[in-house]
């Protein structure tokens, strides 16, 4: 009898064991998730494509506010790796990004909104708040935009210039290697022939 406590124990134990190291294993994974943002936006926009109601819109406005935020991250990059001024543009959109994560809280809180009346009520000023957000973000993407495309039209303006000038230099100089090889060409037998009939021409002539 004690030897069958002893194993129901140790399987307990053992199940037990399984367990926690599972829940750890899967903790593990959803932070790792949470911390990759493509893994997080993909696992966003799939809840948001499956959900529907308050809830649903919910989600759409928190998928709404990551795409323009990521679209800002972008554009920041790109414009950090260019010669472009970049004046201000990314504390700006730090600040937009501060305000971009608070707001995806506040949604957070409203997807737990047991109450479908309130969610309701709630949404239009959060999706206007959203709104908002994409809009600076747009704003911000133009004259990261401009800056790029000044940039470029100069560049290509200057290399337009380089070109033609190159392109000058080397038709002035086969036009110059043509000229020498007329002056240092040998004369043909022919010319040759030409020229000693011409002298004893005027030879002739003169006696």
């Given at each position: 009898m004690d030897v069958l406590i002893w194993v129901l124990v140790s399987l307990l134990a053992l199940v037990a064991t399984s367990i926690t190291v599972v829940v750890l294993i899967v903790r593990a994974l959803v932070k790792r998730?949470?911390?990759n943002r493509a893994l997080a936006s993909a696992a966003l926009r799939t809840r948001a494509q499956f959900s529907s109601g308050p809830n649903g819109k919910v989600l759409k406005l928190r998928?709404?506010?990551d795409e323009s935020l990521a679209s800002?991250?972008?554009a920041i990059d790109l414009a950090a790796r260019g010669d472009g001024p970049r004046g201000e543009l990314t504390e700006?959109?730090?600040r937009i990004e501060h305000e971009g994560a608070a707001l995806d809280l506040q949604l957070r809180l409203m997807q737990s909104e047991i109450d479908s009346g309130v969610l309701s009520a709630e949404l239009p000023a959060v999706a206007d708040r959203v709104e908002q957000v994409a809009a600076l973000v747009r704003r911000l993407r133009?004259?990261?935009?401009?800056?790029?495309?000044g940039?470029?039209?100069d560049t290509l303006t200057a290399l337009h210039s380089d070109v033609d000038r190159e392109v000058a230099a080397l038709r002035a100089g086969v036009d110059q290697l043509r000229t020498l090889n007329r002056f240092d060409r040998p004369a043909r037998p022919s010319d040759l022939t030409q020229t000693t009939t011409?002298?004893?021409r005027d030879k002739g002539t003169r006696s």
């Open positions: 998730v949470r911390r998928v709404r506010l800002g991250r972008a700006l959109f730090r133009s004259a990261v935009a401009s800056g790029l495309a940039v470029t039209d011409s002298t004893v």
